[in-house]
């Protein structure tokens, strides 16, 4: 039985990026699954009403996000290993518009997972472990101050937020955070910060600094609530860098156009 898609006529201002989405949510709440068939591009067209043009980079957007794959001959289907699967947020065709709401996706998945990992880091902590995440945190905190911001990316802020997950104790954790936090190239995080104007980016590393200063602080202290809330600072925070950065490369994408 074919799937029975629900699509209605995108906003015009963002054509793009409506169709996306709209696929994007049916295939979360399970209308359309793994090996199921789209409409061909011919049938979107008409259904959606919208150029070919806007079919092909819609379909280009979520083949190049690991949600649906074309086979020649038979038209283009929702992935099978969908499950397996992590979207490609970096992969360069993805417009900014995409990128944001991937990005805000993925942070809204670390605020969920890394929270609960820093409260029970907090609650678990042995004191060989504190002295670890203390040798960590020195580490990335005079690399990203006084070294390089790009090595300390992949370095010592890596290492601290894995070091948080092992300290759960709770084996299942420590690959799960590794899976988002391989889940963004690190050159798409450098041009987010690079493109950001005021506070300057040494504003803006002294202020993430302090961020993983205070999650420290109350594991140490053994307090998870306070891990957990340091937790959600860091997660706003750079829900916030995300917002402003790709805001910009959308407005100035408009602008050219």
Same mark, same amino acid.
Request: hydrophobic share 40%.
């Given at each position: 039985?074919?799937? $029975?898609?629900?699509?209605?006529?995108?906003?015009?201002?963002?054509?793009?990026?409506?169709?996306? $989405?709209?696929?994007?949510?049916?295939?979360?709440?399970?209308?359309?699954?793994?090996?199921?068939?789209?409409?061909?591009?011919?049938?979107?067209?008409?259904?959606?009403?919208?150029?070919?043009?806007?079919?092909?980079?819609?379909?280009?957007?979520?083949?190049?996000?690991?949600?649906?794959?074309?086979?020649?001959?038979?038209?283009?289907?929702?992935?099978?290993?969908?499950?397996?699967?992590?979207?490609? %947020?970096?992969?360069?065709?993805?417009?900014?518009?995409? &990128?944001?709401?991937?990005?805000?996706?993925?942070?809204?998945?670390?605020?969920?997972?890394?929270?609960?990992?820093?409260?029970?880091?907090?609650?678990?902590?042995?004191?060989?472990? %504190?002295?670890?995440?203390?040798?960590?945190?020195?580490?990335?905190?005079?690399?990203?101050?006084?070294?390089?911001?790009?090595?300390?990316?992949?370095?010592?802020?890596?290492?601290?937020? %894995?070091?948080?997950?092992?300290?759960?104790?709770?084996?299942?954790?420590?690959?799960?955070?590794?899976?988002?936090?391989?889940?963004?190239?690190?050159?798409?995080?450098?041009?987010?910060?690079?493109?950001?104007?005021?506070?300057?980016?040494?504003?803006?590393?002294?202020?993430?600094? $302090?961020?993983? &200063?205070?999650?420290?602080?109350?594991?140490?202290?053994?307090?998870?609530?306070?891990?957990?809330?340091?937790?959600?600072?860091?997660?706003?925070?750079?829900?916030?860098?995300?917002?402003?950065?790709?805001?910009?490369?959308?407005?100035?994408?408009?602008?050219?156009?």
């Amino acid at each position: 039985m074919k799937p $029975e898609l629900i699509l209605e006529q995108p906003r015009k201002v963002t054509v793009v990026e409506s169709i996306v $989405e709209q696929i994007v949510r049916q295939i979360q709440a399970g209308t359309i699954k793994p090996g199921d068939r789209l409409p061909s591009e011919r049938q979107l067209i008409e259904i959606l009403r919208v150029s070919r043009s806007s079919v092909r980079e819609a379909l280009q957007g979520l083949a190049m996000m690991g949600l649906i794959e074309s086979r020649p001959g038979q038209g283009t289907f929702v992935s099978d290993s969908l499950h397996l699967m992590v979207p490609n %947020i970096g992969r360069a065709g993805l417009s900014a518009s995409l &990128q944001r709401e991937m990005r805000m996706k993925l942070i809204e998945a670390r605020r969920t997972v890394e929270c609960t990992t820093a409260r029970l880091a907090a609650e678990r902590a042995t004191d060989e472990a %504190i002295a670890r995440l203390q040798r960590i945190f020195d580490e990335y905190r005079d690399t990203t101050l006084h070294g390089s911001y790009q090595r300390s990316l992949s370095g010592p802020h890596h290492d601290f937020h %894995i070091a948080l997950a092992e300290m759960t104790l709770n084996p299942f954790y420590t690959p799960v955070v590794e899976t988002l936090l391989r889940a963004i190239p690190q050159g798409l995080r450098e041009t987010e910060f690079i493109s950001l104007g005021d506070p300057g980016p040494q504003s803006i590393l002294q202020t993430e600094v $302090e961020i993983h &200063q205070a999650i420290f602080d109350a594991v140490a202290r053994r307090d998870g609530a306070a891990a957990a809330d340091a937790m959600e600072k860091h997660m706003a925070f750079e829900e916030h860098l995300v917002h402003r950065a790709l805001t910009e490369a959308i407005r100035a994408g408009e602008q050219a156009s």
